[in-house]
């Protein structure tokens, strides 16, 4: 059997998949039609990175994977993640061979769910997987022939003693069930303590409890423990003795550890809604560690519907997450970067508006792009000004978004600018889609001061590059009914003969909203 070359990238995918196995594996019951999915695709995964007849023996250091010397994405966190869990559970080679199984790569997993201390309490990591009769995957070993001479030990040891359950099946190992303490008995306790010292008693007691439930069957009382900590810790009518000590347990409870079994938990597919709203108040609460680790996830994330839940639990951070996300507007991954700016967008925090400004230089279209988006949603003078700026610059497609957005913003501080654009000389029509937009941007703002200028637009006709200048006097149609009051009829009425089958119809439309703004009392607004 010889070992495996495997493709850098295909390699990368299989271990990203054994995370989500490991939390898959924390977070449903054996048995779990998406437990039992996600062991199925991890196991496809390795054993077609490996072929028939090769074995991968991987290289685990802190800050990440080595196939000899060679680093395994060595930008990836979550790998880098993972290989500094790996090497705490004192794991420093993994070797897979071929006909890896389910089982081995389940058994595997559930180890990983255990701290360190426990590992070493049940005599290590070699030795719960020896108890186990693990074949196929194998830790800090090195020599193949050791390997397969000890796989057929224990592959005979299985034939004489079967072991109950098939191979699909996905059961928990009696090693790995063990009772770690009353954790429900515990929180009644504390909910019912009125003395402070012995509160603090309790609370000790608390903190050690949490990882060894961090599984499906204790997730909903350690739910409960975060909760009552959240509420303890803010609560003012309570001591303050009683406040810094929940506080304290919290900071304790902040681990990856435990807020990779939280996040987990929240983007889980069928999550009841309570549920997903009390894990966002808890990761809301938890700040600090939470907004990096958060972040993190999110840039390794590929699913659409997670990727919109960690957004939403990021910005849920308001004030807080600011300083950290305003950090990554300077990282190297445009998408990182993207993604900063998206969350900071959407907490709407003013003061950020200059950090958003520098990133419309930024190299990667999408960043500038996005940084538009957020200043609109943060509105306010700064950042009409900011986009304004914008009309002045060279980059076509930013001026486009932001003529986008100051109509979405609907400042009239921008009307001046807007109308310059359409009175400058222009004869090729070399702006004419920053025109139309100009156009469409004064109809939102619902502009009065504009309306002289539309109408000069709406009953100018070319002869040359006929086509274009209708697209103009369209949109400027359609702009006039957007403002309504003033708009003189007649002049929309003449519109509806026009030779121009889209003018035509746009005055009608225009005229339509008009009349029924003007029915109401008002202008169409």
Known sequence: ???AEPKTRQLEEALKGLIKLVKADRFYPPGHP???????????????????????SLGIRKEGFYVGENAVAPANPILQKLALALFARRIHRLMILPDLTRKDLRMFTQCLSLAPADIQARGGIQEILSKARISTLWVNEIDLEQVLARKDEIEAAKEAAPESGMEGEEQPSPLLTEVSGNL???????RREKDDERYQQLIKELVPLIPPNLTDAGRLQVLRAYTLLCMNASNPRLSETRRVHSLHALNQLTTEETLDFLTTALCSKGLAQDLRKTLLQILAFLKGKTIRYLMDRLAAERDAPTRRILTE??????????????????????????????????????????????????????????????????????????????????DLDLRRQALLSLGAIKDPAAVPALINLLIRPDSGLKY????????????????????????SILQKRKFWRRGQYDEMRTAAALAL??????????????AVDDRSETVARAAVQALKQLRKGRENGSGTR
């Open 184 to 190: 429900e008995e515990l929180l009644e306790r504390l």
């Open 313 to 394: 639990a990021l910005v849920r951070q308001r004030s807080a997450a600011v300083p950290i996300l305003v950090e990554y507007l300077t990282d190297e991954r445009w998408y990182v970067v993207r993604n900063a700016v998206s969350i900071l967008g959407d907490i709407r925090d003013q003061k950020t508006a200059d950090h958003l400004t520098l990133l419309l230089e930024h190299p990667d279209l999408r960043v500038r792009r996005e940084a538009i988006r957020a200043l609109t949603r943060i509105g306010g003078a700064g950042a009409v000004g900011i986009l304004l700026k914008t009309l002045e610059g060279r």
């Open 481 to 494: 009914g957007e403002i309504g009051s003033l708009v003189p009829v007649p002049d929309l009425e003449k």
């Open 1 to 3: 059997m010889k070992e």
């Open 34 to 56: 998406a437990l039992s999915a996600t062991a199925k695709e991890v196991q496809s995964a390795f054993v077609s990175l490996l072929g028939e007849n090769a074995h991968l």
């Open 432 to 455: 004419g889609e920053i025109t139309r937009e100009a156009i469409k941007a004064l109809g939102e703002i619902g502009s009065e001061e504009a309306v002289p200028i539309l109408l």
